[in-house]
Structures are given as C-alpha cells and as structure tokens.
Nanobody, 126 residues
Framework: QVQLVESGGGLVQPGGSLRVSCIAS????????VGWFRQAPGKEREFVAT????????HYADSVKGRFTISRDSARSTVYLQMNSLKPEDTAGYYC???????????????????WGQGTQVTVSS
C-alpha cells in the first residue's frame, strides 16, 4: 500500500505560479505511475497530468499543456506539479493518485489509480 499526502496549495493571482507536492510513504513508490487530478466545486473530477514509473514519460490534459509540468523525485518519494500562468478556471482541489496495473493509454482515467491523497486546494483569484 501507498499513502499519499498533497501539500503546497494556496491562493495565487491570475498569471501566477504555484507548485504542489505529493509525498508518498509505504510501499516502493518507484513501482507506481502517478497522476494528478482536480475537482472544482460542482464539477466532476478531471485528469490533469500523469508521469511514468521512471519519470521518462508524461502526459497532460489539453487544458494545462504548456503551462503545467509534472515531475518526480524518487529519492524523496515525491511527485510535483508545477503550475504556471494560472487562470481562475484552474481553481480546484488537486489530488494525486498512484497506480500499478494499467497501460499509458488508460492513465487519464480515475479507475487506473489504486491510491489517492486527500487533496490540496488551489485558488486562482485577484
């Protein structure tokens, strides 16, 4: 099993930057691919980004491509989501998740992930 804890959320102005982190404990974190999802009030949770076990492959939702960067530090059992050029529509709870059993073409779906964190709130507002 893996336990995931997100941190780094907060209030930021439009156009600003923020980095959220996901720290893992428990099982060997490097065995898992990791994704970030977000959920805005009144909306369904949606895929944001995912990174492979070794960190060599990443994939992003079209809405964040070119603005967000996912990375991982295996030595620290941590995955980061660097968010630049933030927009009010990026306001949401951000959740990291870890999975084992699905190929890259399925990792945009929630069912591909076995473990989830509690989330960290990101608010983009002036």
């Amino acid at each position: 099993q893996v336990q995931l804890v997100e941190s780094g959320g907060g209030l930021v102005q439009p156009g600003g930057s923020l980095r959220v982190s996901c720290i893992a404990s428990g099982d060997t974190f490097s065995s898992y691919y990791v994704g970030w999802f977000r959920q805005a009030p009144g909306k369904e949770r949606e895929f944001v980004a995912t990174i492979s076990r070794g960190g060599g492959m990443t994939h992003y939702a079209d809405s964040v491509k070119g603005r967000f960067t996912i990375s991982r530090d295996s030595a620290r059992s941590t995955v980061y989501l660097q968010m630049n050029s933030l927009k009010p529509e990026d306001t949401a709870g951000y959740y990291c998740a870890a999975g084992l059993g699905y190929g890259t073409d399925r990792r945009t779906y929630e069912y591909a992930y076995d473990y989830w964190g509690q989330g960290t709130q990101v608010t983009v507002s002036s």
